[in-house]
């Protein structure tokens, strides 16, 4: 699986250049959602989603309980993370896949229409849990989700 995930993070590099910093927010949102989601393939975890994504680039807040839960959402819908709300530990580990975080003010990345996803805040726009086959993530209504 090491194997795997690492031939990932190369492919992250070279094979998606829409991922290098400062790249339009929008292609990096894609090349996010790629990456989180070929991450979780390398895993053997699916992925099921629920709802309608938000019609406008947003602010979403997800609580996840791992860094898995993480991916899961990122790989729901194409967004920016804000890795400066995620632990140390999950910070690094998004790097080391290569996955394009936030590189510059949230309201910057919404004006370029990227959605930024976020782990601080008391609502929850996506919630994400384990199920048999991976994870579900079920996208909030789009009433509560910050426009830009």
């Not at 070929?38 to 602010?59: D, F, H, K, Q, Y």
């Not at 804000?82 to 999950?90: E, I, N, S, V």
């Not at 690094?92 to 996803?117: F, I, N, W, Y």
């Amino acid at each position: 699986m090491i194997a795997r995930l690492a031939g990932l993070a190369l492919d992250a590099r070279f094979a998606v250049p829409d991922a290098m910093p400062g790249a339009d927010p929008i292609a990096r949102a894609r090349a996010a959602r790629w990456i989180a989601a070929n991450a979780l393939a390398t895993r053997g975890l699916g992925l099921a989603v629920e709802g309608v994504p938000p019609s406008a680039p947003s602010i979403l807040v997800v609580h996840a309980a791992s860094l898995s839960a993480v991916l899961a959402a990122i790989a729901s819908l194409p967004v920016l993370m804000d890795t400066a709300t995620l632990p140390c530990g999950w910070r690094l580990a998004l790097r080391a896949l290569g996955l394009p975080a936030l590189d510059r003010p949230a309201a910057s990345a919404l004006t370029g229409g990227a959605s930024v996803l976020t782990a601080e805040g008391r609502d929850c726009d996506l919630a994400v849990a384990r199920d048999l086959h991976g994870f579900r993530v079920r996208l909030a209504s789009s009433q509560r989700t910050l426009p830009a």
